[in-house]
């Protein structure tokens, strides 16, 4: 298993898997999306509960061009999506981040 370091030098827990819906599409449950959001919370150095999946990222301070590199990397090897740098930008609210990893998982 690979194990996940964030930029404060704690060790994170692993995303939690994806469960399959009756479209046959791929969903992050609850569990996962909270995981998600501690891990882009960790990224930004910011306290836990900070953000949520309304949260714009490009209304945090905290939100620079190293921190986007850092969520794109932390994506790809999470979660195996490749997103470019234009893209992740253009995510109004980290739900829409989170819509996009589904529907290319």
């Not at 469960?19 to 150095?45: G, H």
């Not at 209304?59 to 234009?86: F, N, Q």
Request: glycine share 4%; charged share 25%; proline share 5%.
């Amino acid at each position: 298993m690979v194990q996940f370091v964030g930029l404060t030098g704690k060790t994170l827990m692993p995303i939690a898997p994806f469960y399959e819906t009756s479209k046959k599409e791929k969903n992050m449950d609850d569990q996962a999306r909270t995981q998600f959001l501690r891990r882009v919370e960790d990224i930004l150095q910011i306290q836990p509960g900070k953000i949520n999946g309304s949260t714009v990222l490009q209304d945090l301070p905290e939100w620079d061009s190293v921190a986007a590199l850092s969520v794109i990397t932390m994506i790809d090897e999470s979660y195996r999506v490749t997103l470019e740098g234009t893209e992740i930008l253009n995510c109004p609210t980290l739900n829409h981040l989170i819509e996009m990893i589904e529907k290319r998982s």
